[in-house]
């Protein structure tokens, strides 16, 4: 009986492991692989599977790389084999229980992700943790290449991209180097350098398979009787690690004639030519290189060239020209060099993905034009260099890369501690650049003595909202569903959101509402027409008084109203977050597999949270500055402008600080992650009803601007028809591409009716 017992035991273990092993296995998997099919279960219940799953991922991590994966329960039961879910699936997904396990690669990452699904956190796609580059694809592994090796390529050279590098670039590197080699061969002691520029002059005609080499004479003489042999990497290295090296002493019969002195550098710097290549030829170069570098790298899908003139400035042109050795493709490169440059191709569409130190190349880019703004909006306050319609550009430019490094700073703060951190990062910074431009146009409207800045704050106001609940939907409906036939998300999730979009615009607009409802109609320009014998009265500007002249309506009625209103809508906000973080949090579901979220554990992370607090209160700080410098000029666009104000407020100035948040919701969408697509822009109009607009009303209680909380009947009826159009979209819990084109069409719509709207009274 007793020796029954162990046998007993680990039979329950094998069945133990066995299960285990089976419930940790991807739902798409159980299936045999040749029975696989898209059917529409699978889009339902493995709603993120996008091509990053694919990717090989390294045993030694914990987490495997991939997007939010869903998993339908309904009730107790799972559904281990997605292509046999009933067809009834939408039943199932909206009255079941949908939970959502996030695999990633490391904790933090695993923390972003779980963010992203909180309701009130920013969405952000981008990575707060250092990829390992092992694990990348072949495609992102090209994009960080060095260019210093040779690799086998069949393809032809002659493409496109190589072509616009020799209109672009390769034509004047070319003629300076051959300047610069007639310059040496004029000094006559520079004369091998001189051949080196010729050489190099015939290589940046056409660089593309071509390699150059570092060399010795000593490797030659070496070569000759080993033509085989492998080549050396470091020839400063070479005496310790090559067994070529070691095996001269034990064979007479391959001792070269050389001693190993010879394997250390040339007396470089006890020639006469080296002063003269490096005061006379040397710098000329630079300036062409540092030129062609900079051009290549801002135009960033030529980033190889950029890479080349680096390497080519760094390394080869302060090598002794002697060892510098061009070879062709097909040669044979023998044992005497090391390769220094090797390009093959001049331009990648993929270096869109580039990213330094986790900041997207774009953003790199854009950041110097916030120093260039500054600079020509306050050193030239008069405008004799430089006009109010160009500061005004680059100022509303400069806000793009600021809001990207905001974002980039809230996600890593949030990534790498507790909730209440995260929330308080969130609340803080998640409005900042809206409310930094809303607030100084307000004082600057304050200090000219105008209505003009308010009524731009109330349509960019209006056309944030109107970008939210139409333009970002629409635009990740297209581009996701132009990837994938048909998308789903979770309803439940996204009717919390339409059901606050309903209460903050309902709650925004409902002084508007009273004041056309008990508002005195005041018309000017009042004249008596004739007509058939009769009297009429012909009557041009007609509004409601709704100004402090009307003391009675206002002071006594709408101005309370207007304080119950922002008291009102950050409650309904908070409530929204105890309902969907603590009380309903099953919505979501987020399971993170087999990880702990406390700890790091070797991840690396791109900002620590020091670093990302320094960087968010400093672009806060910028920010400031260039919303500054747009409201300063702003009066000339309007004034010279033929444009609405209207169309500017709900275009240019609504939508630029967006660009960051619509980038994010169309990456969200080609995973096949439409749900943190809908919830980029509803998040948004959610916090502009609920967290900004009270927050203006709080501004102006204690520093009167003129804020009224009163809007055209264009702007109410704009946001009402767009709320009811997306809670209808939403309602089904699918999307395609034609309703996105729907969101879309009905947005520019809109802003053909803003566009060809009067510009506001007084303005």
């Known amino acids: 009986m007793s020796s029954s017992i162990p046998a007993v035991s680990v039979d329950v273990e094998r069945r133990r492991r066995r299960s285990t092993a089976d419930s940790q296995e991807p739902p798409w998997d159980h299936e045999p692989r040749g029975q696989r099919r898209g059917s529409l279960c699978d889009r339902l219940c493995v709603g993120s599977l996008h091509p990053e799953l694919m990717e090989t991922v390294s045993p030694a991590l914990s987490y495997q790389q991939s997007q939010a994966t869903s998993k339908c329960l309904s009730g107790q039961r799972r559904y281990s084999s997605p292509s046999r879910c ?76 190589n072509i616009i590098y020799v209109l672009l670039f390769a034509w004047w590197i070319s003629l300076m180097y051959m300047l610069v080699s007639l310059l040496m061969f004029l000094t006559v002691i520079g004369v091998p350098y001189g051949k080196l520029c010729l050489k190099l002059s015939y290589y940046f005609l056409w660089p593309f398979g071509k390699s150059i080499q570092k060399g010795t004479s000593m490797m030659k003489k070496c070569c000759v009787k ?73 135009l960033v899908f030529t980033i190889p060239v950029a890479k080349m003139n680096v390497r080519t400035m760094a390394s080869i042109l302060v090598l002794s020209p002697e060892e510098v050795h061009i070879t062709f493709p097909g040669r044979n490169q023998g044992c005497e060099t090391k390769t220094l440059l090797c390009c093959y191709h001049a331009f990648n569409w993929y270096y869109y993905k580039y990213a330094v130190d986790g900041i997207n190349v774009f953003a790199v880019n854009l950041l110097p034009l916030v120093i260039i703004t500054l600079v020509i909006g306050y050193a030239d306050e008069e405008n004799r260099f ?114 606050l979009l309903f209460i903050s615009v309902g709650g925004v607009f409902t002084p508007t509402l009273f004041s056309k409802a008990y508002g005195n109609l005041v018309c000017d320009n009042c004249s008596n027409i004739g007509i058939n014998g009769s009297d009429s009265l012909a009557c041009k500007d007609c509004h409601y008084d709704l100004s402090e002249n009307n003391y009675s309506l206002f ?52 900002w620590s949270r020091w670093r990302a607090l320094l960087i968010l209160i400093v672009a806060t700080l910028l920010m400031s500055a260039c919303a500054d410098l747009v409201t300063e000029h702003l009066k000339p666009i309007l004034v010279n402008s033929s444009v609405s104000q209207y169309f500017i407020g709900v275009t240019v100035l609504a939508m630029v600080p967006e660009i960051p948040e619509v980038v994010n919701g ?56 767009s709320v009811i159009l997306v809670n209808y979209i939403f309602m089904d819990g699918k999307s395609d591409y034609f309703q996105g084109t729907a969101l879309v069409a009905v947005y520019l719509i809109l802003l053909a009716l803003y566009f060809f709207a009067p510009s506001p009274a007084g303005c």
């Open 86 to 161: 009933p067809h009834g699936s939408t039943e199932m997904w909206d009255d079941g229980t949908c939970k959502t396990t996030i695999r990633a690669e490391n904790e933090v990452e695993a923390h972003k992700q779980v963010n992203n699904y909180r309701f009130g956190f920013r969405k952000w796609k981008s990575h707060v943790t250092e990829r390992p580059f092992e694990d990348r694809s072949d495609i992102v592994k090209e994009l960080y290449s060095e260019l210093n090796f040779v690799k086998p390529y069949t393809g032809s050279l002659v493409t496109c991209g």
């Open 226 to 298: 080993f033509p085989n042999c492998e080549a050396i990497p470091e020839v400063d290295e070479v005496k310790e690690t090559s067994p070529l090296l070691k095996s001269f002493s034990a064979d007479p019969l391959t001792q070269c004639t050389q001693s190993p002195q010879d394997f250390e550098r040339p007396q470089y710097w006890r020639r006469m030519s080296t002063y003269v290549w490096l005061f006379l030829g040397y710098p000329p170069l630079c300036v062409v290189h540092i030129l062609a570098c900079l051009i290549s790298w801002m």
């Open 386 to 499: 430089v006009s109010s319609e160009v500061k005004f550009v680059c100022a509303i430019s400069s806000i793009m890369p600021l809001s990207y490094y905001i974002g980039m700073g809230i996600a890593s703060i949030s990534a790498q501690s507790n909730f209440a951190v995260g929330a308080v990062v969130n609340a803080t910074f998640g409005s900042i650049i809206e409310l930094t431009f809303y607030i100084t146009a307000l004082l600057q409207g304050h200090h000219a003595g105008t209505k003009c800045y308010e009524e731009i704050v109330k349509s960019a106001l209006t056309g944030t909202l109107l970008g939210c609940i139409l333009f970002i939907p629409g635009m990740c409906m297209i581009v996701g569903g132009c990837r994938h036939q048909e998308q789903r998300f979770n309803s439940r999730s996204a009717g919390v959101s339409s059901a």
């Open 555 to 606: 002071h006594s009625h709408i101005e309370p109203l207007v304080y119950t209103v922002s008291i009102l809508l950050p409650v309904a906000y908070l409530t929204g977050l105890i309902f969907t973080l603590k009380t309903h949090s099953h919505i979501y579901d987020i399971h993170i597999s087999g990880c702990q979220v406390s700890g790091h554990h070797g991840a690396v992370v791109h």
């Open 666 to 721: 169309i990456q969200f969408a080609l995973q096949n992650n439409m749900s943190l697509s809908l919830e980029v822009g509803s998040c948004l109009a959610v916090q502009v009803c609920m967290l900004q607009i009270p927050l203006l009303i709080l501004f102006n209680a204690f520093y009167d601007v003129g804020f009224v909380l009163i809007f055209s009947d264009l702007h109410l009826w704009s946001s009402i028809f």
